[in-house]
């Protein structure tokens, strides 16, 4: 059984753009893997190709194709800046868990910016500062203090202004965080490139497939697909984005709904440094530009999952981001020529649930992510293909499905000692 959604709806910007071709076979007859990827989405991709960097066997299976779940939504800003303020992730997981997680992400963007640049995929990258704006959640005052805890982790953060914000991005609000060396790139170009660097090492890729039970046995896993043949892999990934398998613990899990729209391009209308901007405020609003000049903007987040209520509300929500976009920059032309929606999964504390599944050994999942999916689908490639490597990855507890933070084990430490 699994949780499983319409993903998205309306017409992503991604559709003004080609990306490679992936091929895929038919599942004709039962087939045997070092690794199976369930889930053909940036997160397998990703996954896939490091597997496959590691001379490992890998076959991918997809229950609708190749990038057709919630990758080609996205709007693809690569942030090591995660949802939660370094100072609120603390207050929930302990400073020191805290800390750990902010200094993974940025290098996880470091990492991903590499790796794109060594493979030599073509996906549109360019690397961006980012401006992080006072609102609701957090006033000047909390941001400066925010800057300064990211310093003090030794993560470039500079306070700026009102007076400086204005006039270096004529921006008119209480004051920023501008940080350094974000990624924007074209996702489904990237996700294109990640499978057919895994298909040039002989992976094998089929769809559609629904992976439907799955059950340890001596030496590896067993697959169950639906009305087709069986798989048999040493090991399964379970890279299934926001749908998640009943066997993958989904407790501090939920979905929301979300927008976006995109404008025509506009490269000479553009703020300085095409920077990523985000807002501290509930609900917040996001927008980065493409290669070409089009502005994304999205946000208007809804606490709800349904998805007949989520794309009734979307030409209303287009209208509510394009007038948002005007109101912050108004010489942009801010009418929509894209607008989607999406489900948009979240946890409590803004962190992913990465790892082997609890009592089920062979058996690795990738889940979890939230505004920040894209950094935790590389975070998610480097922790899964380390342990399938045999090897141990420091941070792997911080993302563990048994996990319990720093702070809680040390209680438990001290209970233990005291007792
Ligand atoms: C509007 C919107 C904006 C976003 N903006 C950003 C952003 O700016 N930055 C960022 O980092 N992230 C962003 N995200 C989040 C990002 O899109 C996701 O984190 C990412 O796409 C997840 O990729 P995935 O490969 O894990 O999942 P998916 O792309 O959904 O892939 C999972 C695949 O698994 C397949 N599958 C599921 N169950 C089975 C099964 N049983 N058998 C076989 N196949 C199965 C599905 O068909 C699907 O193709 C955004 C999301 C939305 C909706």
Redesign the pocket.
């Known amino acids: 059984m699994?949780r499983k959604l319409d993903?998205?709806t309306g017409i992503p910007v991604w559709n003004a753009y080609r990306a490679p071709r992936v091929t895929t076979q038919r599942l004709a007859r039962d087939v045997k893997c070092d690794v199976l990827v369930?889930?053909?989405?940036?997160?397998?991709a990703m996954i896939a190709e490091a597997l496959t960097a590691q001379g490992l066997s890998v076959i991918g299976?997809?229950?609708?194709g190749i990038m057709?779940?919630?990758?080609p939504?996205?709007?693809?800003?690569?942030q090591f800046e995660i949802d939660q303020p370094l100072s609120e992730l603390g207050r929930q997981i302990g400073q020191a868990d805290a800390t750990l997680a902010w200094r993974r992400s940025r290098l996880a963007v470091t990492n991903l910016h590499g790796r794109i640049r060594e493979l030599g995929i073509r996906c549109d990258m360019t690397t961006a500062p980012s401006l992080y704006l006072a609102g609701d959640t957090l006033d000047p005052a909390a941001l400066r203090r925010e800057a300064e805890a990211r310093a003090g982790i030794g993560i470039r953060a500079t306070y700026l202004t009102p007076m400086v914000l204005k006039e270096t991005f004529g921006i008119e609000r209480k004051g920023a965080i501008l940080s350094q060396d974000n990624l924007a790139l074209d996702p489904r170009k990237l996700t294109a490139g990640l499978l057919k660097k895994a298909l040039e090492r002989k992976a094998r890729f089929y769809a559609p497939?629904?992976?439907?039970a799955l059950a340890p046995e001596s030496g590896g896993v067993g697959v169950e697909t639906r009305g087709g043949p069986a798989i048999a892999a040493r090991h399964v990934v379970l890279?299934?984005?926001?749908?998640l398998?009943d066997m993958v613990p989904s407790d501090t899990h939920s979905i929301i709904s979300?927008y976006?729209i995109a404008t025509k391009p506009q490269k000479g209308k553009l703020w300085p440094g095409a920077a990523l901007i985000w807002e501290a405020s509930d609900p917040y609003l996001y927008l980065r530009a493409t290669a070409d000049g089009r502005v994304i903007c999205?946000g208007e987040d809804e606490n709800f999952a349904n998805e007949q209520s989520r794309d009734s509300l979307l030409a209303d929500k287009a209208r509510a981001l394009s007038g948002k976009l005007k109101a912050l920059f108004p010489r942009l032309d801010a009418d929509a020529e894209f607008a989607?929606?999406?489900?948009?999964g979240t946890t409590t504390t803004g962190l992913p649930y990465i790892g082997e599944l609890p009592g089920l050994p062979g058996i690795f999942a990738?889940q979890g992510?939230g505004?920040?999916?894209?950094?935790?689908?590389q975070i998610a490639s480097e922790l899964i293909a380390t342990a399938i490597a045999g090897k141990d990855d420091d941070d792997a507890s911080l993302f563990a499905f048994d996990r319990t933070s720093m702070m809680r084990r040390l209680t438990d430490l001290a209970g233990k000692f005291v007792g």
Not at 73 to 78: H, N, S
Not at 340 to 344: A, H, I, R, V
Not at 371 to 377: K, P, Q, V
Request: zero cysteines; proline letters at 0%; hydrophobic letters at 40%.
């Open positions: 699994q993903l998205r369930v889930g053909l989405g940036i997160s397998g299976v997809d229950r609708r057709l779940g919630s990758t939504a996205t709007t693809a800003l690569v497939v629904e992976v439907i890279a299934t984005g926001y749908e398998l979300t976006a999205g989607w929606t999406g489900s948009f990738a992510y505004g920040n999916g894209i950094t935790y689908s």
